[in-house]
């Protein structure tokens, strides 16, 4: 074998070897460290000077600390917010530095590897390092959708624990602390974060609003509306959130029949989208030298009239735009608003 390609092998293997240490980090610790350390809370109103960095950082590991003052960087020239922001929604316990780091790595990666596959093709190593660069943000997308799902799942029983806590003459946040204690994840961790920033001075209509921040769903912002009001004008919070429990369950419900109803209507969109880039992938990987034609010129293929681009360029480009609007047409048909 040659000693270029045990090289490539080689940093292929360290590079998966990180980006597992990183996801394997992202779901390490239990709820009780995320709620005791509650740094997200504050991460947008509070830059640590120079005394509060040394705290803040006394007792942590090399490899810690460096992603902690990577973070720091990034927070003072604006970068972190968003970012911070979409980790938190994924629940992923990951710093903004390693978040960036995965992107990169994640791009050698999938680039190396399409390397290995066909070393001949340096234009589909390009491509596996742009689909690399893109794969963490997918993978936080995904999590953020499932979680988000998971929780509008859990919601109207979750109305009905607070709903049972209240008329056993809990107090809100007493109920809130309840529903902690019984409801399954990732409800439990949720309402364990909002009872942890009431406990340590947090108004409470910001512990809620925090919560929204993490889970945007429109039910939930429907109790904090009805549990804020009621807060300020006063009335039955018990029979107003069993009301709100019930149009939820008729909420999910038509949701349901509507997805059913829909369902062969996203998976022909899906499949139509995905069938031209699949093909396109196959047909490189098997006959490379006949995909070849799009992407280089002459002997393979031909030259636009007037420009030193490949016919296949644009076409390809044109392509893949059409999908995407015909993608964007059946969705929005089968996106039915409840």
Same mark, same amino acid.
């Given at each position: 074998?040659?000693?270029? $390609? ?39 109103? !509070? ?39 979409? $980790? ?15 992107? $990169? ?56 624990? !607070? ?5 056993? +003459? ?64 006063? +009335? ?51 006959? #490379?030298?006949?995909? +070849?034609?799009?992407?280089?010129? #002459? ?13 296949? !360029? #644009? ?24």
């Amino acid at each position: 074998m040659p000693v270029g $390609l045990l090289l490539v092998g080689g940093v292929l293997l360290v590079l998966i070897i990180i980006v597992v240490v990183l996801l394997t980090r992202s779901r390490k610790g239990g709820t009780e460290d995320r709620l005791e350390e509650l740094n997200a809370l504050i991460d947008s109103e !509070w830059t640590p000077g120079p005394q509060d960095e040394v705290q803040v950082l006394a007792g942590r590991s090399a490899r810690e600390i460096v992603a902690q003052r990577l973070d720091n960087i990034l927070a003072r020239r604006g970068i972190a917010g968003n970012v911070r922001a979409q $980790l938190r929604k994924a629940d992923l316990k990951l710093t903004v530095a390693e978040y960036m780091i995965l992107h $990169l790595v994640s791009a050698a990666l999938f680039g190396l590897l399409a390397f290995i596959l066909r070393p001949a093709q340096p234009a589909l190593s390009g491509l596996g390092a742009i689909l690399g660069l893109f794969a963490p943000r997918i993978l936080v997308s995904l999590k953020q959708r499932s979680r988000l799902k998971a929780f509008e799942g859990q919601l109207a029983d979750i109305l009905n624990l !607070w709903v049972n806590a209240l008329k056993a +003459g809990f107090s809100v946040p007493q109920a809130m602390e309840a529903v902690g204690r019984e409801a399954p994840s990732p409800s439990r961790e949720e309402f364990k974060r909002v009872v942890a920033e009431i406990s340590i001075g947090i108004p409470f209509e910001t512990a809620m609003n925090n919560m929204l921040s993490r889970l945007e769903s429109e039910d939930l912002d429907l109790v904090f509306t009805a549990v804020n009001i009621q807060r300020e004008v006063g +009335g039955n919070l018990a029979d107003i959130l069993d009301t709100i429990s019930n149009t939820i369950r008729e909420r999910v419900r038509i949701k349901g029949e509507i997805r059913m109803l829909t369902a062969s209507g996203r998976a022909t969109g899906t499949l139509i989208s995905a069938l031209p880039l699949a093909l396109a992938v196959f047909l490189l990987f098997l006959r #490379p030298e006949y995909m +070849g034609q799009l992407f280089y010129g #002459p002997p393979q293929g031909a030259m636009i009239p007037g420009l030193p681009i490949p016919c296949g !360029w #644009p076409i390809v480009a044109l392509g893949l735009i059409m999908i995407a609007i015909a993608w964007g047409i059946i969705k929005r048909i089968t996106d039915i608003e409840v």
